[in-house]
Every structure is written in structure tokens, then in C-alpha cells.
């Protein structure tokens, strides 16, 4: 197996092309040509995280978030950041991050998202040609008081706590989410005609919302880090017998701690 058969597979469910202009989806350390033994899943590259590859022979990291965002100026090892990528590449292992790609896929992010919210009829929330886009909108087998709604976000994402607007009056049938930043959607779900939409990162001033519509900011990682299960199929349906695995620390991975 190589580092490109891996990308094939992972870029037949979210092809790199369809990522965001400002995005970095696709190979972040290594050769296509590198031969791989083993797939390690995560939601973003860490030092720690190449540690844990190496711990379990896997010389291959995927990840959620790419590794490399912004341009690097130096490489120190004091930097998070510049130590993951010096740990990859002097331990020889490759990465991927699957960003934007898989958060405008059909079945990506959002959509796992509204999967973990039991939501039906679920749709692209902001299409664009090729039927990809950001965000998800479906509806809840039943409609909900707002409170019992925002309740079923925070069970279903295991959070303590979620930011939220106003609560509707009335009851929530329809939901629309974006895992991670989604503040730009905000629009979309209105028009889509959500009584509630469900995303992170939300700033101050958006919590002010017209009355029969709410936000619920949920946190990035919360909305997000199920993408790691969907990735971990999309391999493993595809090299049934090849070693891929999540990461041990995964529930731990959130940066953001609630104290």
C-alpha cells in the first residue's frame, strides 16, 4: 500500500478539488510513492498524535484539520505546530488533512453532524454546482420544545454546556448545522427555514436573531470530530483488511476545556 492509494480512496469521497480557496486539504508531510503500513486517524496533527502513529506502527496520519494552514516562517519546536511537522518528518510519517473537503461532501462533516442529531430528509444547506456545499438542513422525527432541543444537541455531542440565542417560543422542527466555523451560514439556515441552526464559533453580536429563529453555538470540536468514524469507513470499506484505526486520545483531542 502506498501514502496515494490511501488519497485515491479518500479523495473518491471528498475529491481535494472542491475545498475552499483559502483551504490546504491534501498531502501536508511526505510522498505519494511513500509506502504505508498503517493509517492513524485524528482530528489534528499533534506532536503527540505522530507519537501515537509511531507507538502503533502506522506511518500515516489523516486528519480533519490540516497540518499546515497558514505558512510556516520557521520551524522551532517550541511551536505546536512546527513540532508536529518536525516529529512526521524526522519519524517518516505521512500526512493528510481532509479540511474543506469534507466539509462541503455530501455525507462529510455536516452531514454526520445532522446524523448525530437524528435528523431526516437531510440536504445540503448552501449548495453549489455538483450538488457539494457547506452545512446540512433536515428535520427531527418530531418537533421539539426549544429547550428539549437545545437539551438533544448537547446529549448528542456529549457537551456540558452550548451558547445559545433567545430560545424560540415555539416549538423546533427543523434544524440546520454546520460543524466547526459557521457563522457565514447563518443566512441559509433562515432561508432554509430552520427554527434552529447548530454550529460553532459564533461571535457576540449574531447572538441577536429575529424571533422564531435561534443559533446554538455547540463548540468546533463538538460539531465536528464525528467526521473521524465516517473517515475511518470510508477506509477501512475500501482496504478491509488494512490496519486503520482512530485515535486512542480522540475523546481528548478538544483544545477548549470547560471548567
Do not use: W
Not at 496533527?45 to 497558514?70: K, Q, S
Not at 428539549?148 to 455531542?157: D, G, T, Y
Not at 452550548?162 to 439556515?189: Q, W, Y
Not at 469507513?233 to 483544545?255: D, Y
Amino acid at each position: 500500500m502506498k501514502v496515494k492509494d490511501i488519497i485515491a480512496a479518500i479523495e473518491e469521497f471528498a475529491p481535494a478539488n472542491i475545498q475552499a480557496e483559502y483551504d490546504n486539504t491534501g498531502l501536508q508531510v511526505g510522498s505519494p510513492e511513500q509506502e504505508v503500513h498503517g493509517l492513524l486517524i485524528g482530528f489534528d496533527c499533534t506532536a503527540a498524535l505522530v507519537e501515537e502513529a509511531v507507538r502503533h506502527g502506522c506511518d500515516m496520519i489523516l486528519t480533519h484539520h490540516p497540518l499546515i494552514y497558514h505558512p510556516l516562517r520557521n520551524l522551532y519546536p517550541e511551536d505546536p505546530g512546527a513540532a508536529a511537522v518536525i516529529a512526521a518528518v524526522r519519524n517518516g510519517v505521512a500526512v493528510y488533512g481532509c479540511h474543506t473537503s469534507v466539509d462541503k461532501t455530501p455525507g462529510g462533516v455536516s452531514f454526520a453532524l445532522a446524523g448525530k442529531l437524528g435528523l431526516q430528509n437531510v440536504k445540503v444547506l448552501d449548495p453549489e454546482d455538483g450538488g457539494v456545499g457547506f452545512g446540512a438542513v433536515g428535520d427531527l422525527p418530531e418537533a421539539l420544545p426549544a429547550l428539549e432541543a437545545v437539551a438533544l444537541v448537547k446529549k448528542a455531542l456529549g457537551t456540558p454546556a452550548v451558547r445559545c440565542s433567545a430560545p424560540v417560543e415555539g416549538s423546533v422542527s427543523r434544524i440546520a448545522v454546520c460543524g466547526g466555523s459557521g457563522t457565514s451560514l447563518i443566512p441559509a439556515a433562515m432561508k432554509a427555514g430552520a427554527q434552529m441552526y447548530v454550529c460553532g464559533d459564533i461571535s457576540y453580536h449574531y447572538f441577536f436573531q429575529p424571533e422564531g429563529f435561534m443559533v446554538v453555538d455547540a463548540g468546533h470540536f463538538e460539531t465536528e470530530v464525528e467526521i473521524t468514524k465516517v473517515l475511518l469507513s470510508v477506509i477501512r470499506k475500501k482496504f478491509p483488511t488494512f490496519v486503520s484505526l482512530i485515535s486512542e486520545n480522540i475523546g481528548k483531542a478538544n483544545p477548549v476545556n470547560y471548567l
